[in-house]
């Protein structure tokens, strides 16, 4: 496996924002400005509306130090914030927040005050393994399939497994989490071997899932490999 780019790392806080500022002692205005001059974000809430928490209020391309940051959003119970470096340098970012935030404002964060998070990690990369032919039912589903289009269009057209995605039941909890999911890379041709991939998980998690899962797909199958060698 190797890596194209990640695409997106978000993190979330869960913690109601009200929590942070319980007696209304630091001045909302003042805090964003602060907050502005500090990760210098381009785009920002400048006017009431663009300050309500129900729909999110919204930072845009800011950095913390030499690390990018893609966009910040409080919601009223959720803090959420988008790097491509790795959910890692999202988290490690947001806590650094609240921190500052606690040392100049006064907002009453502490550590371990938030009790969950939660991640997104969306990225491409290479493989020469084929992720995707999971079974050979559906291997020979996608022979077929290929054989009745083509003489329907009258030229070669070839199917392919394109996606494979694990998921939980979503009426086990009221709300749900994001699928587990491999898919050819859109815009890519098959046989650039180029995938798309998004988790509910840390981006090196959600890595290091996808090279066991290569690894395993590769053991699976040798045998096939071996027969089609000893056959040629």
């Known amino acids: 496996m190797k890596l194209s780019a990640i695409l997106l790392a978000r993190v979330l806080a869960y913690v109601e924002s009200i929590d942070l500022n319980p007696r209304g002692r630091a001045n909302y205005l003042d805090l964003v400005n ?15 509306e663009e300050f309500d928490e129900s729909k999110g209020v919204e930072f845009h391309h800011g950095a913390a130090g030499s ?17 491509r470096s790795g959910t890692d340098d999202a ?43 999971i079974n050979n039912p559906l291997t020979s589903l996608a022979t077929k399939v290929s054989q009745e289009l083509s003489g329907i269009w009258q030229e070669p057209i070839q199917y392919e497994p394109t996606n494979v995605q694990v998921g939980h ?27 798309f991939s998004e988790a509910p998980l840390p981006t090196e998690t959600h890595i290091a899932l996808l090279e066991q899962y290569e690894r395993d797909m590769g053991e699976m199958l040798k045998p096939t490999r071996s027969i089609l060698e000893r056959s040629l």
């Open 34 to 48: 602060a907050l502005v001059d500090r990760y210098g974000f381009k785009k920002f809430p400048q006017t009431v």
């Open 67 to 83: 690390r990018a940051i893609q966009k910040f959003v409080v919601w009223n119970s959720i803090l959420v914030l988008e790097t």
């Open 169 to 195: 039941d979503p009426m086990s909890r009221k709300y749900g989490v994001a699928s587990f999911i491999i898919s050819r890379r859109a815009e890519a041709k098959f046989s650039e071997n180029k995938y």
């Open 91 to 133: 988290k490690a970012i947001l806590l650094e927040m609240l921190e500052w935030g606690a040392e100049t404002f006064g907002l009453n964060y502490h550590l371990g005050m938030i009790k969950h998070f939660a991640y997104v990690s969306d990225l491409t990369f290479y493989s020469d393994v084929p992720l995707l032919r």
